[in-house]
C-alpha cells in the first residue's frame, strides 16, 4: 500500500514539475519574442516546430516563423499572456498583441487562445484559436480593416495578400498604414 502511495504521490508530483517548467518555457519564449533576441527565442522551438490556426497550418517550421518574426519586428509588436490551462504537456494561454499596425490605425490589440505543446523542453507546436468572446471582440477590427483596405484598394489597387507576412511586406504595409493616417 505504501508504494502504491508513493507511486501516485511520484506521479503527481513529476506531472506538477513539468508543468511548472512548461510554463517557464513559454515564460521565456514570451520574454525573448518581446526583446526581440532572436537567436535565443528560435532555440526555445523544437527542430519540428508548426503553428496552427485551429486546423490549419500557418507555419510549418522554424524558417516560415522567422520571416513571420521579422514582420513582428517590423511592427515593433509585443505579446502578453494570460495563462488559462497548464498540463504535461501543454500551456494554453489568451494572447494579446500590441502592434504598430494596431496602434497607428487605432484598432485594439489582437487576442486570441493559443496552446504551446512542448517536447523535451522546446516548443514543438503552438496552436492558435478563437476564445469565448472572440467574434464580438474581433469584429470592430475587422470593420477597421476592412476601411483601411478598401482605402488601399481604391488608392492604390493593393489587396491585403500583396504583403507578405515578412520584413520587406511589413515595411510595404506600415509605409500604406501612415499613408492611410494621414488622410483620416
Known amino acids: 500500500m505504501k508504494k502504491t502511495y508513493l507511486l501516485i504521490f511520484s506521479y503527481f508530483l513529476f506531472i506538477g ?9 513559454v515564460n521565456e519564449f514570451i520574454k525573448l519574442y518581446n526583446d526581440k533576441d532572436s537567436l535565443k527565442t528560435f ?6 516546430f508548426v503553428e496552427l ?24 509588436d509585443l505579446e502578453v499572456i494570460e495563462i488559462i490551462k497548464i498540463d504535461s504537456n501543454f500551456v494554453e494561454t489568451i494572447s494579446t498583441y500590441y502592434s504598430d499596425r494596431d496602434k497607428i490605425l487605432d484598432i485594439s490589440p489582437y487576442k486570441s487562445k493559443r496552446v504551446y505543446e512542448i517536447k523535451n523542453g522546446k516548443i514543438i507546436k503552438i496552436i492558435g484559436g478563437e476564445f469565448d468572446g472572440y467574434l464580438e471582440y474581433d469584429e470592430p477590427r475587422r ?21 507578405t507576412f515578412d520584413k520587406n511586406g511589413a515595411e510595404k504595409l506600415k509605409e500604406r498604414i501612415i499613408q492611410y493616417k494621414k488622410t483620416k
Open 17 to 25: 514539475c513539468n508543468s511548472q517548467s512548461n510554463v517557464q518555457v
Open 43 to 48: 532555440d526555445i522551438l523544437h527542430k519540428n
Open 53 to 76: 490556426w485551429e486546423k490549419d497550418t500557418v507555419i510549418n517550421n522554424k524558417t516560415n516563423y522567422s520571416k513571420n518574426y521579422s514582420w513582428g519586428k517590423v511592427m515593433n
Open 143 to 163: 470593420k477597421q480593416y476592412q476601411a483601411f483596405f478598401k482605402w488601399l484598394s481604391e488608392n492604390y489597387d493593393l489587396e491585403p495578400s500583396d504583403f
